[in-house]
């Protein structure tokens, strides 16, 4: 079946701009997870969604990143006023539960992000 | 809190020899162990993950872990390295939220192998 997809592959934007990651799950995934994968800062979570609901935002780090998922399934992080340390390779993944903490999570190709 | 601390950025082996990429873990709980690979340009690879069943973990392309609770380690290794082997390692804890689940992830160890 198919992965985790992610749109788009690459975004270059100007400083101040506002944009929108997509991340569409395996199908049937309730548990979607964004991560951010910076040179030198390794890979960090941002959010996690149990259906529709965020529980856990703790990871964002600013009140310009925000996320939502509709349907249960796609999931868009928007990024609002861009900055130069924003830009990073996004990660979505997605796992069939969120608890027990021991299902596979899937990763998407991830969306990388420029900030000029 | 949870974290996970890979001791090597960086470890350069010769094809067919060994490979030992080694991982500290912290938990307040019962940990879930992952190790993950990233090949150039490519996706995040489960290569194996350690839930409370056997110690000694078994992966994909000839890797394995033990976990060692006595040692809070979980290294992985392969008997003989293959040059499709070259990648990036990621050692990972999971992390209990209050209502959910996130993988912590360490600095990642890039592995060299050499003809």
């Known amino acids: 079946g198919a992965g985790v997809s992610q749109s788009p592959s690459n975004k270059v934007t100007e400083k101040g701009k506002d944009v929108e990651l997509r991340c569409d799950p395996i199908?049937?995934?309730?548990?979607l997870y964004w991560y951010r994968q910076s040179l030198g800062q390794g890979l960090e979570f941002l959010i996690y969604f149990q259906g529709n609901s965020a529980p856990d935002k703790s990871g964002l780090p600013s009140d310009r990143f925000s996320a939502e998922r509709t349907g249960g399934s796609v999931s868009t992080l928007t990024i609002q006023r861009t900055q130069q340390e924003d830009s990073a390779v996004y990660l979505c993944?997605?796992?069939?539960?969120?608890?027990?903490?021991?299902?596979?999570?899937?990763f998407g190709p991830g969306t990388r992000l420029t900030v000029l | 809190a949870q974290s996970v601390t890979q001791l090597d950025s960086h470890v350069s082996v010769s094809e067919g020899t060994p490979v030992l990429l080694r991982c500290n873990y912290s938990?307040?709980?019962?940990?879930?162990l992952f190790w993950y690979v990233q090949h150039p340009n490519k996706g995040l690879q489960l290569l194996l993950k350690?839930?409370?069943?056997?110690?000694l973990v078994k992966g994909i392309n000839g890797f394995e872990a033990e976990f060692k609770k006595s040692e809070t380690s979980f290294h992985l290794t392969k008997p003989s390295a293959h040059m499709s082997d070259a990648a990036e390692y990621f050692c990972v804890v999971s992390a209990l939220g209050q209502a959910g689940t996130a993988l912590i992830f360490g600095k990642g160890t890039t592995l060299s192998v050499s003809s």
């Open positions: 199908s049937g995934h309730t548990a």
């Open positions: 350690y839930t409370s069943a056997a110690t």
């Open positions: 938990s307040s709980y019962s940990p879930s």
């Open positions: 993944a997605s796992s069939l539960r969120v608890r027990p903490p021991r299902d596979e999570q899937f």
